[in-house]
């Protein structure tokens, strides 16, 4: 659609002038080439001159993104592999030491993408241009392609994999030490199979211009800035540079972190309204932050503010949407189910992620296993129930509630374009970035089929060979799961910025498939969720190599060797730590490496696949009400539905349920103060800013977004701290 108006168009003054000579129609025409369905975040205005200017029809992506390549750009360099694989065995390995520690210390993925620019200019400035194997050691200034690159390579796997907890919870809780073979194959099928999926539905997640995977927009944009590149979607408004407005905004976080995060950490957690009245029990269970429900609402610490993720990458329609549903879930529900004593929830906090017993003490697992970790009935019955704070009870009703809302969801609203997207090529889609991409050698689907099927042999061969209680239906089994709900949540992620979680109903689902077997519990939960979750981080890669037009045959081999690398990194650091460091795991470990993610890991592989869900949501259990929320997380988006045929240009069109019902994930430990400050800074950037300055807006909002510059100097000034 955009090449029938390349000969007309028309800067964004001369729209502003009226100077379009478009029918309605024509307008109505190219809106509906944009997305095969209602996009909440489809500007009409702005999307119309997105595309007669040969641009994206997002403001957002154009803000951040060129609408213009030089495939001539050396991308895959040598420089590029000898730093990423630097970047990223040190990150990986960094990450997994401290992984085990507490309080832990993080390297964040960002110091990769600051240091690694003056390292390639560097090695630009001093490495001699000789030529090996027909490459060239130095083919010229460090470019921003490389930089993108190396930069994915880094990140790819920094953090520590999920699969290592299973490895380590194997070795402290249930004494089963399996050798490396073992541990790397567990490791490469859950890193791989999430990335072979996410590759062979890129159709869908990465190619159509509705998926703007807003998060992706915030490192674009910070690329751009730190390379000092310029294009039409900045605009043309005055005022300091980019350059200069992100350092003043770096330079002055990291100084004022020191008050919150270090000199006076009462700004962090304000609760001025719990300082008033101390001894008030009802008052500091809905004002106070720690155990109550936050409703003193201030705090002075960005950390806190982007603790659930970046308000200014959030579109404000998602946020509002959260804002709302923490509102009447969380200060309006929560407390009626409390004081009415509601699951006996008043003999306990009303907020908390411990798990209690009958008594209001912390549930003490050890009483109801044996030697062997196994489930004991008898001593069950004889100690205790398990007892949940009422936020946690509702947290898992959300959580049931958003599984069955995603599959409503996407069958009413992204039917049309899964059916569209599964047959239009790159060429074929309304937009800039895809047309700019379709001139690159594209990855062969049966690329990312090999890697799959030999990532499932993997998984079969470690099943069958070790003893680990999980039998190969069950394998397929959580494949499926994961698969199935990859399109779904992330069309949903792609567009919100909101990942729907598959934790809760994947343990759900094993509990009742295979009780009192904790190994399958965490393997299956595994390959059922955080298969689909590196599916999406995947696809999030793809998608900035995407709008940096990084060829994709680079970033595939960039992506694969690199995982690789830091997978096995991981797991060497891992054993080297349990070999050599003593009482590892121990709460009496005397460096802090208490292991508190394995504890929690462990922990939860008892209660449900020990105790089993059976015996905590069946019916005539504690907590069997909950389970009708997966009934009203399939009733509430038909209701919405309806409703949109009837008024399509009402308020509805921006209700989401998924979202609504999976915003809720980070409570508890999250509460007001993430959540309140959070929106009301979405309003005013999002929303505020976005109406009345858009212009600023444009220039300022993404290329120095507050949450992950302020957070990497709240982790400079916050670690450093520590020690």
Not at 19 to 31: Q, S
Not at 186 to 201: K, R
Request: charged share 10%.
């Amino acid at each position: 659609m955009a090449n029938e108006f390349e000969g007309s168009r028309l800067s964004p003054e001369e729209y502003e002038k009226g100077d379009l000579n478009l029918k309605e129609g024509d307008n109505a025409e190219i809106l509906a080439n944009l997305a095969d369905f209602d996009d909440p975040n489809i500007d009409p205005e702005n999307a119309v001159t997105g595309v007669l200017e040969d641009d994206s029809p997002y403001p957002e992506v154009r803000s951040a993104v060129a609408n213009t390549d030089d495939p001539t750009i050396p991308v895959s360099t040598i420089r590029v592999w000898v730093m990423g694989i630097a970047w990223a065995i040190l990150l990986s390995g960094l990450n997994q030491f401290f992984f085990f520690r507490y309080p832990s210390v993080s390297v964040s993925s960002y110091v990769a993408v600051l240091l690694s620019l003056p390292m390639g200019r560097v090695w630009a400035a001093i490495v001699p241009n000789w030529r090996i194997f027909g490459h060239s050691l130095n083919p010229g200034p460090f470019t921003i392609k490389e930089h993108v690159l190396l930069t994915i390579m880094a990140t790819v796997g920094s953090g520590s994999a999920y699969a290592t907890d299973i490895v380590a919870v194997q070795r402290v809780f249930y004494k089963q030490t399996y050798n490396f073979s073992y541990q790397w194959m567990l490791v490469m099928s859950t890193q791989l199979l999430g990335f072979s999926i996410g590759g062979i539905l890129r159709r869908f997640l990465v190619q159509p211009p509705s998926m703007i995977w807003p998060a992706n927009l915030v490192t674009c944009a910070l690329f751009n800035t730190l390379h000092a590149q310029s294009y039409a979607g900045m605009g043309t408004r005055g005022g300091i540079s980019r350059e200069r407005f992100f350092l003043y905004v770096w330079a002055g976080s990291m100084c004022w972190y020191f008050l919150p995060g270090y000199l006076f950490q009462a700004l962090s957690y304000f609760s001025w309204v719990c300082w008033i009245a101390p001894d008030n029990v009802v008052v500091n269970q809905l004002f106070g932050y720690q155990s109550g429900l936050g409703m003193s609402l201030i705090t002075f610490d960005w950390s806190q503010i982007s603790y659930i993720g970046s308000p200014l990458a959030t579109p404000w329609w998602a946020e509002a949407n959260i804002a709302v549903a923490f509102m009447f879930f969380i200060w309006f529900l929560t407390p009626v189910l409390y004081y009415t004593n509601t699951w006996y929830a008043a003999y306990l906090p009303i907020s908390s992620r411990t798990s209690f017993d009958n008594t209001g003490s912390s549930y003490n697992v050890s009483k109801i296993v044996n030697s062997d970790a196994s489930f004991n009935l008898k001593a069950y019955e004889a100690y205790s129930p398990l007892f949940l704070s009422t936020t946690f009870a509702v947290s898992y009703g959300l959580s049931f509630a958003s599984i069955t809302a995603t599959l409503t969801h996407a069958l009413l609203y992204f039917r049309k374009q899964i059916w569209v997207q599964s047959r239009r090529s790159m060429r074929e889609q309304p937009d800039i970035h895809a047309r700019l991409m379709a001139k690159y050698k594209h990855v062969p689907e049966w690329w990312y089929g090999i890697i799959f099927v030999s990532m499932v042999v993997f998984g079969i061969i470690l099943i069958e060979v070790w003893h680990t209680e999980f039998p190969v239906w069950a394998f397929f089994l959580a494949l499926l799961i994961s698969f199935f709900y990859v399109i779904p949540v992330g069309m949903i992620q792609a567009i919100t910025n909101q990942q729907v979680g598959l934790n809760v109903i994947t343990e759900l689902i094993v509990g009742y498939a295979l009780p009192g077997r904790p190994i399958a519990m965490m393997m299956f939960k595994t390959w059922g969720y955080i298969t689909m979750a590196q599916a999406l981080t995947f696809s999030a890669d793809f998608k900035l190599g995407h709008y940096m037009k990084i060829p994709p045959r680079s970033m595939f081999w960039a992506q694969v060797v690199a995982t690789m690398i830091a997978g096995t990194v991981q797991l060497g650091v891992q054993a080297w730590m349990f070999t050599n460091v003593p009482d590892m795991c121990s709460p009496k470990q005397k460096d802090g490496f208490i292991c508190p993610s394995t504890e929690v890991f462990g922990t939860a592989s008892i209660i449900w696949g020990v105790i089993s869900p059976a015996r905590v949501f069946s019916p005539g259990q504690n907590y069997s009400s909950l389970t009708y929320f997966f009934l009203v997380g399939a009733i509430c988006p038909v209701a919405a539905y309806l409703i949109h045929l009837k008024w399509p240009h009402s308020l509805i069109r921006y209700i989401n349920f998924p979202v609504i019902f999976s915003g809720m994930g980070a409570i508890p430990p999250a509460n007001a103060v993430n959540y309140v400050p959070w929106a009301i800074v979405g309003f005013i950037f999002n929303f505020w800013i976005r109406r009345r300055h858009f212009s600023w807006w444009t220039k300022y909002n993404l290329p120095a977004e507050r949450d992950d510059w302020v957070e990497y100097g709240a982790d400079m000034v916050g670690e450093y701290g520590i020690y």
